[in-house]
DNA sequence: GATGAAATAGCATTTGC
DNA sequence: GCAAATGCTATTTCATC
Protein backbone atom coordinates (compact mmCIF):
# COMPACT_ATOMS: atom_id res chain seq x y z
CA UNK A 1 0.00 0.00 0.00
CA UNK A 2 2.62 3.00 1.30
CA UNK A 3 5.32 3.67 -1.36
CA UNK A 4 9.03 3.29 -0.24
CA UNK A 5 10.62 6.52 0.61
CA UNK A 6 14.14 7.63 1.41
CA UNK A 7 15.34 10.69 2.37
CA UNK A 8 15.80 12.59 -0.38
CA UNK A 9 12.10 11.68 -1.22
CA UNK A 10 10.92 12.72 2.15
CA UNK A 11 12.76 16.16 1.49
CA UNK A 12 11.09 16.57 -1.86
CA UNK A 13 7.47 16.08 -0.53
CA UNK A 14 8.33 18.36 2.36
CA UNK A 15 9.33 21.04 0.04
CA UNK A 16 6.59 20.52 -2.73
CA UNK A 17 3.69 20.58 -0.13
CA UNK A 18 4.78 23.40 1.42
CA UNK A 19 4.78 25.55 -1.90
CA UNK A 20 5.16 23.60 -5.50
CA UNK A 21 5.42 26.62 -7.22
CA UNK A 22 9.23 26.88 -7.93
CA UNK A 23 11.50 25.90 -10.65
CA UNK A 24 12.72 22.35 -10.71
CA UNK A 25 15.90 24.32 -10.75
CA UNK A 26 15.31 25.80 -7.55
CA UNK A 27 14.32 22.43 -6.01
CA UNK A 28 17.14 21.06 -6.84
CA UNK A 29 19.51 23.62 -5.31
CA UNK A 30 17.25 23.32 -2.32
CA UNK A 31 17.44 19.60 -2.25
CA UNK A 32 21.34 19.69 -3.18
CA UNK A 33 21.03 17.39 -6.16
CA UNK A 34 20.88 17.98 -9.94
CA UNK A 35 18.28 19.44 -11.97
CA UNK A 36 18.31 15.82 -13.82
CA UNK A 37 18.01 13.92 -10.84
CA UNK A 38 15.05 15.86 -9.06
CA UNK A 39 13.38 15.57 -12.31
CA UNK A 40 13.58 11.93 -12.53
CA UNK A 41 12.60 11.59 -8.79
CA UNK A 42 9.44 14.43 -8.61
CA UNK A 43 8.19 12.61 -11.75
CA UNK A 44 8.06 9.34 -10.15
CA UNK A 45 6.32 10.20 -7.26
CA UNK A 46 3.90 11.75 -8.89
CA UNK A 47 3.51 8.21 -11.05
CA UNK A 48 3.63 6.42 -8.03
CA UNK A 49 0.82 8.03 -6.71
CA UNK A 50 2.41 9.58 -3.40
CA UNK A 51 1.60 12.65 -4.98
CA UNK A 52 -2.04 13.03 -6.37
CA UNK A 53 -2.05 16.59 -7.66
CA UNK A 54 -0.19 19.91 -7.65
CA UNK A 55 -3.04 22.35 -7.02
CA UNK A 56 -4.14 25.85 -6.11
CA UNK A 57 -5.75 26.39 -2.78
CA UNK A 58 -7.91 29.43 -2.69
CA UNK A 59 -8.72 31.55 0.22
CA UNK A 60 -12.52 30.64 -0.09
CA UNK A 61 -13.80 33.52 2.31
CA UNK A 62 -12.10 35.87 -0.41
CA UNK A 63 -12.97 33.59 -3.34
CA UNK A 64 -16.88 35.01 -2.39
CA UNK A 65 -17.92 31.73 0.19
CA UNK A 66 -17.76 33.22 3.89
CA UNK A 67 -19.50 30.47 4.88
CA UNK A 68 -17.62 27.21 5.38
CA UNK A 69 -19.36 24.42 7.38
CA UNK A 70 -19.05 20.92 8.29
CA UNK A 71 -21.51 18.80 7.82
CA UNK A 72 -22.11 15.40 9.77
CA UNK A 73 -24.99 12.94 9.33
CA UNK A 74 -25.97 9.41 9.41
CA UNK A 75 -28.13 7.83 6.12
CA UNK A 76 -31.28 6.48 6.70
CA UNK A 77 -30.95 3.45 5.08
CA UNK A 78 -28.13 1.38 4.63
CA UNK A 79 -28.40 -0.18 1.43
CA UNK A 80 -25.58 -0.14 -1.23
CA UNK A 81 -27.92 1.49 -3.37
CA UNK A 82 -28.96 4.11 -1.04
CA UNK A 83 -24.99 4.75 -0.07
CA UNK A 84 -24.81 4.90 -3.80
CA UNK A 85 -27.58 7.55 -4.40
CA UNK A 86 -26.44 9.59 -1.62
CA UNK A 87 -22.99 9.15 -3.13
CA UNK A 88 -23.92 10.03 -6.69
CA UNK A 89 -25.79 13.75 -4.95
CA UNK A 90 -22.37 14.91 -2.60
CA UNK A 91 -20.71 14.50 -5.92
CA UNK A 92 -23.11 16.30 -8.03
CA UNK A 93 -23.36 19.44 -5.36
CA UNK A 94 -21.03 21.74 -6.18
CA UNK A 95 -21.19 23.57 -2.91
CA UNK A 96 -19.93 19.88 -1.30
CA UNK A 97 -15.97 20.74 -1.83
CA UNK A 98 -14.97 16.98 0.61
CA UNK A 99 -16.72 14.45 1.80
CA UNK A 100 -15.65 10.95 3.25
CA UNK A 101 -17.37 7.87 4.83
CA UNK A 102 -16.15 7.00 8.29
CA UNK A 103 -16.56 4.95 11.16
CA UNK A 104 -17.96 6.21 14.50
CA UNK A 105 -21.14 8.19 15.70
CA UNK A 106 -21.65 9.55 12.17
CA UNK A 107 -21.54 8.02 8.60
CA UNK A 108 -20.71 10.72 6.67
CA UNK A 109 -18.95 13.99 6.99
CA UNK A 110 -19.25 16.37 4.75
CA UNK A 111 -17.34 19.77 4.22
CA UNK A 112 -19.43 22.67 2.56
CA UNK A 113 -19.20 25.98 1.10
CA UNK A 114 -22.04 28.81 0.22
CA UNK A 115 -22.40 32.42 -0.51
CA UNK A 116 -24.94 32.67 1.90
CA UNK A 117 -27.45 31.13 4.65
CA UNK A 118 -29.99 30.37 1.87
CA UNK A 119 -26.96 28.75 0.13
CA UNK A 120 -26.05 26.82 2.59
CA UNK A 121 -30.04 25.64 3.70
CA UNK A 122 -30.29 24.93 0.01
CA UNK A 123 -27.61 22.43 -0.16
CA UNK A 124 -28.87 21.06 3.48
CA UNK A 125 -32.26 20.42 2.21
CA UNK A 126 -30.50 18.31 -0.77
CA UNK A 127 -28.89 16.16 1.42
CA UNK A 128 -31.57 15.22 3.31
CA UNK A 129 -33.54 14.19 0.26
CA UNK A 130 -30.94 12.03 -0.91
CA UNK A 131 -30.97 10.29 2.17
CA UNK A 132 -29.05 11.99 4.94
CA UNK A 133 -30.63 12.22 8.23
CA UNK A 134 -29.63 13.86 11.51
CA UNK A 135 -27.69 16.57 9.66
CA UNK A 136 -25.14 18.42 11.89
CA UNK A 137 -23.59 21.47 10.95
CA UNK A 138 -20.83 22.66 12.59
CA UNK A 139 -19.69 26.40 11.37
CA UNK A 140 -16.27 27.25 10.72
CA UNK A 141 -15.03 29.94 12.89
CA UNK A 142 -11.40 30.73 12.47
CA UNK A 143 -8.76 28.39 11.12
CA UNK A 144 -6.20 27.45 13.52
CA UNK A 145 -4.15 25.41 11.84
CA UNK A 146 -4.15 25.19 7.70
CA UNK A 147 -3.76 22.02 5.56
CA UNK A 148 -0.23 20.84 7.06
CA UNK A 149 2.16 18.93 5.55
CA UNK A 150 2.07 15.41 6.40
CA UNK A 151 5.04 14.36 9.22
CA UNK A 152 6.56 12.13 6.97
CA UNK A 153 9.38 9.86 7.56
CA UNK A 154 11.47 7.79 5.23
CA UNK A 155 11.42 4.04 5.20
CA UNK A 156 14.09 1.98 6.97
CA UNK A 157 16.29 0.89 4.37
CA UNK A 158 15.76 -2.84 5.28
CA UNK B 1 -13.60 40.46 2.26
CA UNK B 2 -14.04 39.16 -0.96
CA UNK B 3 -11.78 39.63 -4.06
CA UNK B 4 -13.93 41.01 -7.67
CA UNK B 5 -13.07 38.17 -10.27
CA UNK B 6 -13.89 38.53 -13.77
CA UNK B 7 -14.91 35.37 -16.12
CA UNK B 8 -11.37 35.24 -16.90
CA UNK B 9 -10.15 34.90 -13.20
CA UNK B 10 -12.78 32.29 -12.26
CA UNK B 11 -11.64 30.25 -15.34
CA UNK B 12 -7.92 30.34 -14.38
CA UNK B 13 -8.78 29.67 -10.73
CA UNK B 14 -10.81 26.64 -12.28
CA UNK B 15 -7.83 25.32 -13.82
CA UNK B 16 -5.36 26.18 -11.03
CA UNK B 17 -7.79 24.46 -8.42
CA UNK B 18 -7.77 21.78 -10.47
CA UNK B 19 -4.06 21.24 -12.07
CA UNK B 20 -1.43 23.58 -11.21
CA UNK B 21 1.09 21.46 -12.60
CA UNK B 22 0.79 23.28 -16.62
CA UNK B 23 3.19 25.85 -18.05
CA UNK B 24 1.93 29.48 -18.50
CA UNK B 25 1.79 28.79 -22.07
CA UNK B 26 -0.63 25.67 -21.89
CA UNK B 27 -2.55 27.78 -19.28
CA UNK B 28 -2.66 30.44 -21.61
CA UNK B 29 -3.88 28.39 -24.76
CA UNK B 30 -6.90 26.79 -22.17
CA UNK B 31 -7.82 30.07 -21.60
CA UNK B 32 -7.31 32.01 -24.91
CA UNK B 33 -4.85 34.51 -23.44
CA UNK B 34 -1.57 35.55 -24.68
CA UNK B 35 1.22 34.47 -21.89
CA UNK B 36 2.26 37.61 -20.75
CA UNK B 37 -1.74 38.41 -19.59
CA UNK B 38 -2.01 34.60 -18.29
CA UNK B 39 0.73 35.49 -16.56
CA UNK B 40 -0.16 39.03 -14.64
CA UNK B 41 -3.20 37.74 -13.80
CA UNK B 42 -2.20 35.00 -11.79
CA UNK B 43 0.55 36.86 -10.56
CA UNK B 44 -2.34 39.10 -9.29
CA UNK B 45 -4.41 36.25 -7.94
CA UNK B 46 -1.51 35.31 -6.05
CA UNK B 47 -0.66 38.66 -4.32
CA UNK B 48 -4.43 39.32 -3.80
CA UNK B 49 -4.41 36.11 -1.82
CA UNK B 50 -7.43 34.12 -3.43
CA UNK B 51 -4.50 31.70 -4.07
CA UNK B 52 -2.96 31.17 -0.76
CA UNK B 53 -0.23 28.45 -2.20
CA UNK B 54 0.38 26.20 -4.38
CA UNK B 55 1.34 22.89 -3.47
CA UNK B 56 1.62 19.03 -3.53
CA UNK B 57 -1.37 16.86 -2.33
CA UNK B 58 -0.34 13.86 -1.29
CA UNK B 59 -2.27 10.29 -0.55
CA UNK B 60 -1.88 10.04 2.94
CA UNK B 61 -2.37 6.09 2.85
CA UNK B 62 0.64 6.22 0.23
CA UNK B 63 2.72 8.09 2.36
CA UNK B 64 2.40 6.43 5.23
CA UNK B 65 -0.38 7.25 7.40
CA UNK B 66 -3.18 4.32 7.35
CA UNK B 67 -5.17 6.32 9.94
CA UNK B 68 -7.10 9.29 9.04
CA UNK B 69 -9.68 10.96 11.45
CA UNK B 70 -11.72 13.49 11.83
CA UNK B 71 -11.82 14.46 15.69
CA UNK B 72 -14.10 17.23 17.41
CA UNK B 73 -13.42 18.46 21.08
CA UNK B 74 -14.53 21.13 23.49
CA UNK B 75 -12.66 22.93 25.56
CA UNK B 76 -12.42 22.43 29.19
CA UNK B 77 -12.35 25.97 29.74
CA UNK B 78 -12.99 28.74 27.45
CA UNK B 79 -10.94 31.62 28.73
CA UNK B 80 -8.84 33.54 26.07
CA UNK B 81 -5.68 31.98 27.92
CA UNK B 82 -7.12 28.08 27.32
CA UNK B 83 -7.79 28.48 23.78
CA UNK B 84 -4.28 30.07 23.48
CA UNK B 85 -2.43 27.11 25.58
CA UNK B 86 -4.56 24.52 22.94
CA UNK B 87 -3.68 26.59 19.72
CA UNK B 88 -0.39 26.55 20.15
CA UNK B 89 -0.38 22.42 21.02
CA UNK B 90 -2.65 21.84 18.10
CA UNK B 91 0.31 23.89 15.80
CA UNK B 92 2.71 22.35 17.26
CA UNK B 93 1.58 18.40 17.14
CA UNK B 94 2.54 17.83 13.53
CA UNK B 95 -0.08 14.35 13.38
CA UNK B 96 -2.53 17.29 13.14
CA UNK B 97 -2.91 18.19 9.63
CA UNK B 98 -5.50 20.51 10.31
CA UNK B 99 -7.79 22.45 12.61
CA UNK B 100 -10.72 24.93 12.89
CA UNK B 101 -12.66 26.48 15.57
CA UNK B 102 -16.40 25.97 14.79
CA UNK B 103 -19.91 26.63 16.19
CA UNK B 104 -22.02 24.11 17.23
CA UNK B 105 -22.23 20.89 19.05
CA UNK B 106 -18.03 21.32 19.66
CA UNK B 107 -15.46 23.61 19.89
CA UNK B 108 -13.31 22.39 17.56
CA UNK B 109 -12.48 20.62 14.30
CA UNK B 110 -9.26 18.36 13.69
CA UNK B 111 -8.11 16.36 11.20
CA UNK B 112 -5.28 14.45 12.42
CA UNK B 113 -3.04 11.45 10.55
CA UNK B 114 -1.14 8.69 12.20
CA UNK B 115 1.03 5.37 11.02
CA UNK B 116 -0.92 2.80 13.69
CA UNK B 117 -3.05 3.15 16.77
CA UNK B 118 -0.48 4.12 19.49
CA UNK B 119 0.24 6.74 17.83
CA UNK B 120 -3.01 8.17 17.36
CA UNK B 121 -3.50 7.70 21.02
CA UNK B 122 -0.66 9.35 21.55
CA UNK B 123 -2.08 12.30 19.79
CA UNK B 124 -5.41 12.39 21.76
CA UNK B 125 -3.73 12.32 25.17
CA UNK B 126 -1.82 15.71 24.33
CA UNK B 127 -4.92 17.01 23.59
CA UNK B 128 -6.66 15.99 26.43
CA UNK B 129 -3.97 17.62 28.48
CA UNK B 130 -4.26 20.57 26.74
CA UNK B 131 -7.32 21.06 27.32
CA UNK B 132 -9.40 18.86 25.27
CA UNK B 133 -12.39 17.45 26.34
CA UNK B 134 -15.17 15.06 24.87
CA UNK B 135 -13.15 14.13 22.21
CA UNK B 136 -14.78 12.20 19.19
CA UNK B 137 -13.16 10.32 17.11
CA UNK B 138 -14.17 9.26 13.73
CA UNK B 139 -12.14 7.16 11.27
CA UNK B 140 -11.83 8.06 7.77
CA UNK B 141 -13.06 5.09 5.98
CA UNK B 142 -13.17 5.82 2.36
CA UNK B 143 -13.53 8.80 0.03
CA UNK B 144 -16.76 9.94 -1.20
CA UNK B 145 -15.18 13.33 -2.51
CA UNK B 146 -11.86 14.50 -3.13
CA UNK B 147 -10.97 18.05 -2.21
CA UNK B 148 -12.89 19.79 -5.31
CA UNK B 149 -12.44 23.35 -6.78
CA UNK B 150 -14.26 25.71 -5.26
CA UNK B 151 -18.00 26.82 -7.65
CA UNK B 152 -16.61 30.10 -8.18
CA UNK B 153 -18.78 32.94 -10.07
CA UNK B 154 -17.39 35.44 -11.35
CA UNK B 155 -18.55 38.85 -9.72
CA UNK B 156 -21.00 41.53 -11.11
CA UNK B 157 -20.09 44.25 -13.51
CA UNK B 158 -21.54 46.93 -11.99
C1' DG C 1 19.44 1.99 -10.90
C1' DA C 2 20.27 6.46 -10.15
C1' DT C 3 23.25 10.55 -10.84
C1' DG C 4 25.73 14.45 -13.00
C1' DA C 5 27.20 17.34 -16.95
C1' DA C 6 26.35 19.12 -21.19
C1' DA C 7 23.31 20.30 -25.00
C1' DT C 8 18.98 21.52 -27.13
C1' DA C 9 14.43 22.79 -27.25
C1' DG C 10 11.05 25.15 -25.07
C1' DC C 11 9.20 28.39 -21.77
C1' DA C 12 8.99 32.42 -18.54
C1' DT C 13 9.32 37.00 -18.40
C1' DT C 14 10.16 41.67 -20.05
C1' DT C 15 9.49 45.46 -23.03
C1' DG C 16 7.21 48.36 -26.07
C1' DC C 17 2.93 48.97 -28.16
C1' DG D 1 -4.17 42.84 -23.43
C1' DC D 2 -0.79 41.55 -27.41
C1' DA D 3 3.58 40.45 -29.95
C1' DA D 4 8.23 40.02 -30.20
C1' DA D 5 12.68 39.34 -28.03
C1' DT D 6 15.83 37.79 -24.48
C1' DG D 7 17.44 35.00 -21.05
C1' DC D 8 16.67 31.20 -18.32
C1' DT D 9 14.72 26.65 -17.45
C1' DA D 10 12.97 22.08 -18.47
C1' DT D 11 14.17 18.07 -20.42
C1' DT D 12 16.94 14.78 -22.92
C1' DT D 13 21.11 12.36 -23.69
C1' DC D 14 24.80 9.84 -22.40
C1' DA D 15 28.77 8.76 -19.79
C1' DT D 16 29.59 7.34 -15.08
C1' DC D 17 29.55 5.59 -10.40
Same mark, same amino acid.
Given at each position: ????????? &??? $?? %??????????? %? #?????????????????? @????????????????? /? *????????????????????????? /? *?? @???????????? +?? %????????? +??? &?????????? $?? #??? +??? #????????????????????????
Amino acid at each position: MAVRLDEID &VQL $LN %ELQQDADRSNL %E #LARIIGLSPAATLNRVRR @LKKSGVIRTISARLDPG /Q *AGFPLQVYVSATLTRHEPRASRVFE /Q *AV @LAIPQVIAADWV +AG %EIDVMLLIV +ARD &VAELQHVLTQ $LS #LKG +AQR #LTTLLRLQEIKPTSPLPLTSSPEN
